[in-house]
């Protein structure tokens, strides 16, 4: 079988509604989890670095679980999972007219929850690269921990870990794609669907592949101009820079 | 005989005051004060830890004995009973408001202008308004000699541009006193002089200060008080006339015939 130019023409430039809404779904949900992950992560890893060793304990380990298990896996144990122990079932929420099916909530939080982990560390070697005369800095001039915190060391951790933040969000728009299994009608599902009945496999594939790569092609000029923005500020900090003033070292 | 501007009023009073890193004794007992208005030199061969004694003093260290006291006020500890219990964070910070210091690597917040080095904590922690904090600044920017530095960021500051930078920071807070440690050592020899000068008109202006130094010139002229650690310990201390013409102690004579030749 040829490969059909006009099928793939007409599914590439005039797709179906279902496949819009799936579009729209993968975007959402993205960016969704990718903002409640990240808030997650921050918390995970001030968690990490607190001075009591339960919280360590706890943060450490859940590093562990998460990234040491499929996300595919997390998905179905979420969702499927859940609800058949009785512990936790998710019911289609409507809210202005607007329903947010239970398999969707799921999948935002299996994403959302995975992604923490990975973000956690992130934070956590953004804060680790500040200066440690930044801290002593804030604290000798009296700000408490949440101060400085905030407004020193928030703002140079993020500088320096712009770009792995990046990466992370054209992952976890990939990544959208393994929610299909709880059957949330994201952009492969419906592909997925149109396939089953259609059978034209490769040119459906290869649309589906076409609008990821447009996706994450769009994020990665978004970061290339937010880099170059920060690049170019007036403060000289480059992002993944040590952004410690550095003067010249001192002799013994 | 001490200046008149020199009150009795023990500001900074450090009693038995004994640190350890690890199994490093690093203080070993050592009391210490500062009075009102006075101008302390803090001097000492590398490692004797004077750069440690100036942290005990805002508590960027805790100390394992000993009390270490600013306005009479115990810092890093509260008595619950009879017993001393290590404070909270919080209020730990609310005491580092009373004492300003600069550090050798000048640590200006990069991410900031100078104008917002400057002005953050008087807002954030003073609750001062934006405005007046701003005109303070420039005032403060005027006295280091920086007028028109307002809006650079740090990046762009010469190494002694960046250290009064500090200074005024410190200085925005009113603190009661300024601890300095080794401010000008990671500068170039041609931007020593005008951060000490910055420093000569702070002493003269009555503020109270602690400077671990070693410029001995330096040293010389503004101290009213020289005082002399070796392995810990505070094995001298004087005027400078004293000090420096006469020392008691071999180990000050020691030092001093190594950085003065
Ligand atoms: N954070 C630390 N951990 C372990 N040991 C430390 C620490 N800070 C200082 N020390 C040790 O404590 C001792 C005193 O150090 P300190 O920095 O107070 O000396 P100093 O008199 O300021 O020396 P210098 O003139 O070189 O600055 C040194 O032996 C040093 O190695
Ligand atoms: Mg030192």
């Given at each position: 079988m040829a490969f059909d130019w006009t099928y793939f023409w007409a599914q590439l430039f005039t797709p179906s509604t279902a496949f819009l809404d799936g579009l729209f779904l993968t975007v959402f949900m993205a960016v969704a989890a990718q903002i409640l992950g990240s808030v997650l992560g921050l918390v995970i890893a001030l968690g990490k670095m607190a001075r009591s060793r339960v919280l360590r304990g706890l943060a450490g380990v859940y590093i562990w679980i998460v990234r040491g298990t499929p996300l595919l896996v997390q998905i179905v144990f979420i969702y499927t999972g859940l609800a058949a122990a009785n512990i936790l079932r998710f019911n289609d929420i409507t809210l202005s007219g607007i329903t947010f099916p239970g398999s969707v909530q799921a999948g935002i939080l299996a994403l959302a929850l995975n992604e923490a982990a990975y973000m956690a560390e992130i934070f956590r070697s953004g804060i680790g690269s500040v200066d440690s005369g930044q801290f002593e800095a804030a604290k000798a001039l009296g700000m408490p921990p949440a101060t400085m915190f905030r407004h020193i060391v928030m703002p140079q951790a993020l500088r320096i870990i712009l770009l792995p933040i990046g990466n992370q969000f054209n992952i976890m728009l990939k990544n959208t794609t393994l929610v299909s299994v709880i059957g949330v009608s994201e952009m492969l599902l419906v592909t997925e669907t149109i396939n089953s009945a259609t059978f034209r496999t490769f040119e459906l594939y290869s649309v589906l592949a076409l609008y990821f790569l447009a996706l994450t092609s769009l994020w990665h000029l978004f970061m290339a101009w937010a880099e170059h923005r920060l690049a170019r500020s007036k403060t000289g900090l480059v992002p993944g820079q040590d952004a410690g003033a550095t003067p010249k070292e001192v002799a013994a | 005989m001490k200046p008149p501007r020199i009150s009795d009023e023990r500001l900074i009073e450090l009693t038995g005051v004994a640190k350890w890193f690890g199994p490093n004794k690093v203080l070993d007992d050592v009391d210490f004060h500062v009075r009102r208005g006075e101008v302390v030199v803090l001097i000492g061969p590398s490692g004797s830890g004077k750069t440690t004694l100036l942290r005990c003093i805002n508590h960027l260290e805790t100390v394992q004995a000993g009390q270490v006291r600013v306005r009479d006020e115990l810092i890093g500890y509260r008595m619950r009973g009879s017993k001393l219990v290590a404070d909270r964070e919080r209020n730990i910070a609310v005491q580092r408001r009373e004492v300003g210091m600069v550090f050798q690597r000048f640590n200006l917040f990069p991410h900031l202008t100078v104008l917002e080095n400057i002005t953050i904590a008087p807002t954030l922690?003073?609750?001062?308004?934006k405005a007046r904090a701003e005109e303070d600044a420039r005032a403060l920017l005027a006295r280091v000699g920086l007028?028109?530095?307002?809006?650079?960021?740090?990046?762009?500051?010469s190494g002694g541009q960046q250290q009064r930078v500090a200074i005024a920071r410190a200085l925005a807070m009113q603190p009661a006193a300024m601890l300095f440690d080794e401010?000008?050592?990671?500068?170039?020899p041609e931007m020593v002089g005008e951060v000490l000068g910055v420093m000569r008109d702070l002493a003269a202006s009555g503020m109270t200060m602690v400077i671990v130094t070693h410029e001995m010139g330096f040293a010389r002229q503004v101290a009213d008080r020289v005082v002399v650690m070796a392995q810990g310990r505070v094995i001298e201390e004087g005027a400078p006339e004293q000090v420096f013409s006469a020392p008691r102690d071999p180990k000050t004579r020691a030092l001093l015939a190594a950085v003065l030749h």
């Open positions: - | 922690l003073r609750g001062v308004p007028p028109d530095k307002a809006l650079s960021y740090p990046v762009h500051l401010p000008t050592s990671a500068l170039d």
